[in-house]
Structure formats: C-alpha cells, structure tokens
C-alpha cells in the first residue's frame, strides 16, 4: 500500500506521552499514531453501520419497551433470568 506524509500540529505534552508509549512498546510514535487514526476509523465507521441498522429496525416499527428492557435486565445475576424481550411495540 503506497504511503503519504501528513504533517500536524499537537500539544507538548501528548507528543511526549506518544514518545513515551512509544519506546515502551518498541515502536515509532508515527506508527501509533496511524494505528490511533486506523481505530478511530473503524469505530466512526462501525457506529454509523449500527445507527444505519437502528434506523432500518425503527422503519420496520418494531420495538421493545422500556418496562420489558428495565424487567428483563432487573432478571440478571438471579435463579429467575428472563430471556431478552422480543418486540413488544409496534408502530405503522
């Protein structure tokens, strides 16, 4: 994959603590710095293909309340775990 330079500007002391975590894990402060970049991407991109896949279940209008969510989550860590609530909202 071809690479190009990109020059940016920030503060003191994060290019010292990126130096610093750097040398620990014996790599470049410009190669964390990408993988930072890289991760941020990916979550941006992951959260927006979840909001796509909420809104496209809201369109279906299909929903669970918040009394079965609230009841089903109250369920937790006891004898009497309730499975996860199916729709119980529906909205046409």
């Known amino acids: 994959m071809a690479t190009e330079r990109l020059s940016l500007r920030i503060d003191a002391d994060l290019k010292k603590d990126l130096e610093r975590e750097a040398r620990r894990e014996d790599r470049s402060a410009s190669w964390l710095a990408v993988k930072a970049i890289e991760a941020m991407l990916e979550n941006r991109m992951a959260k927006r293909a979840a909001i796509r896949t909420a809104v496209e279940e809201a369109r279906n209008g299909a929903f669970i309340s918040q009394e079965a969510m609230d009841d089903w989550i109250d ?18």
């Open 75 to 92: 369920s937790w860590d006891s004898d009497t775990q309730r499975p996860p609530p199916k729709p119980d909202v529906r909205i046409r």
